[in-house]
């Protein structure tokens, strides 16, 4: 039963241009969503987050949306630099749930290219 | 480096024998999760403690796998009798608990490989 979903396993953009991530998850009991930043050989390290109380969250050139009603984020990096290039997860949590841990995607390796 | 640190960061051994990993959180979080890494997969939830007290534990926890957090600091993950299907990415990540905003602090992993 895997509750949060990346179905592009990868994603290639061009340096300069928008990279756009998508997630989708089942458990409407989610209520705070995460998006985590992987290189290789290092543990995951936090990017973005939104609660489900928001619909849009910005950081500089990263961006998450979230719809719920679709169950649907995304995180958008504008524009996208080669420093970008990693694995990228979606997590959410229940807020409501004893131990707030993290129900991880499966990821997607981008690759900005010069 | 006042970040979550694991060690050892790789480990290989033969099926059968016992492993144990360490993690040492932020100091003053008082959440510690370790997580399961396999390869093209995302991090998958093993087990969590508040303090020293274990409160959850994922099915993926075998009777194999033992955690601890005797003082509430430190945490070891030991798998006795290791099978080849547990070579993968052990992860540590802590938070501060009820000052929780939601993120996980994650350390860089402990990777074993089961020959």
């Known amino acids: 039963d895997q509750q949060v979903k990346q179905n592009s396993p990868s994603l290639s953009v061009q340096e300069g241009r928008i990279s756009i991530l998508n997630c989708d998850y089942t458990?409407?009991?989610?209520?705070?969503f995460l998006w985590y930043k992987k290189y290789p050989a290092e543990g995951p390290t936090f990017l973005i987050s939104?609660?489900?109380?928001?619909d849009k969250n910005e950081d500089g050139r990263f961006t998450v949306f979230l719809n719920k009603s679709a169950k649907h984020l995304s995180l958008h990096i504008v524009p996208s630099q080669p420093g970008d290039s990693a694995v990228y997860f979606c997590a959410a949590s229940d807020h409501g749930a004893a131990g707030n841990k993290l129900t991880f995607g499966g990821g997607t390796r981008v690759l900005v290219k010069p | 480096d006042t970040g979550v640190s694991q060690d050892p960061r790789h480990k290989i051994t033969k099926r059968g024998q016992n492993v144990t990993f360490r993690c040492d959180p932020i100091s003053e979080h008082n959440r510690l999760y370790w997580y399961r890494q396999t390869l093209g997969q995302g991090p998958e939830f093993l087990t969590y403690f508040q303090n020293e007290a274990q409160l959850e534990k994922s099915r993926l926890l075998s009777d194999r796998f033992s955690a601890e957090r005797p003082k509430g600091s430190f945490s070891t993950l030991e798998i006795q009798r290791t099978e080849q299907g547990d070579s993968a990415m052990y992860l540590c990540?802590?938070?501060?608990?009820?000052?929780?905003?939601?993120?996980?602090?994650f350390g860089e992993g402990s990777r074993l490989t089961v020959l």
């Open positions: 939104i609660s489900s109380i928001k």
């Open positions: 990540a802590s938070s501060p608990g009820l000052l929780n905003t939601g993120e996980l602090f």
């Open positions: 458990n409407s009991m989610f209520d705070y």
